[in-house]
Antibody, heavy 122, light 107 residues
Framework: QVQLVESGGGVVQPGRSLRLSCAAS????????MHWVRQAPGKGLEWVAV????????YYADSVKGRFTISRDNSKNTVYLQMNSLRVEDTALYYC???????????????WGQGTMVTVSS | SYELTQPPSVSVSPGQTARITCSGD??????AYWYQQKSGQAPVLVIY???KRPSGIPERFSGSSSGTVATLTISGAQVEDEADYYC??????????FGGGTKLTVL
């Protein structure tokens, strides 16, 4: 079935780095843009980054620009989020989400993973 | 930076109509999307491109947009509709943005 599974979360000290992965299955991964969305404990959703289906374009929220890098490997059906210079305020549950294509729920987050928790603390 | 503004909470009795608004300066030119998030679960798309409903979403969910305000309407709200609702859109540079979320209480 169509599925996204995130991994790589954990507890890390401020200033350190972490790389999240999101493995996709059940669909043609190279057809869809992919996003990262995060949710701090007890707070709302925050969009983090997007990468186009072919990796040609990437956009970031101002809060992470210059520190986080989104990438993808279409041969491995995986999208990544490299997080550097982590801050306490980056503590959140990080979701990856599939963007629908032109024929099905365009520009929508139609499939979500269950998330991976990142805790930044000294 | 671009912002979408939602009321923090909306409360209705079962069977009543719930309306949740989302205001943003770019909404006249950009679509709004609505997501439902129940406690401990990942979000679920309930409305896309202002007013379209994905398959499997009950007909009582509808969306509209006029000027700088998009609205999610739940006609005949059910207890199971109690959740947090988030609007989403993009700014002119392609960056995404969520509204702050609205907690819907049905009791």
């Amino acid at each position: 079935q169509v599925q996204l599974v995130e991994s790589g979360g954990g507890v890390v000290q401020p200033g350190r780095s972490l790389r999240l992965s999101c493995a996709a299955s059940g669909f043609t991964f190279s057809n869809n843009g992919m996003h990262w969305v995060r949710q701090a404990p007890g707070k709302g959703l925050e969009w983090v980054a997007v990468i186009w289906y072919d990796g040609s374009n990437k956009y970031y929220a101002d809060s992470v620009k210059g520190r986080f890098t989104i990438s993808r490997d279409n041969s491995k059906n995986t999208v990544y989020l490299q997080m550097n210079s982590l801050r306490v305020e980056d503590t959140a549950l990080y979701y990856c989400a599939r963007e629908g294509d032109a024929d099905h729920l365009p520009n929508s987050f139609d499939i979500w993973g269950q998330g991976t928790m990142v805790t930044v603390s000294s | 930076s671009y912002e979408l503004t939602q009321p923090p909470s909306v409360s209705v009795s079962p069977g009543q109509t719930a309306r949740i608004t989302c205001s943003g300066d770019a909404l006249p030119k950009k679509y709004a999307y609505w997501y439902q998030q129940k406690s401990g679960q990942a979000p679920v798309l309930v409305i896309y491109e202002d007013s379209k409903r994905p398959s499997g979403i009950p007909e009582r969910f509808s969306g509209s947009s006029s000027g700088t305000v998009a609205t999610l309407t739940i006609s005949g709200a059910q207890v199971e509709d109690e959740a947090d609702y988030y609007c989403y859109s993009t700014d002119s540079s392609g960056k995404g943005v969520f509204g702050g979320g609205t907690k819907l209480t049905v009791l």
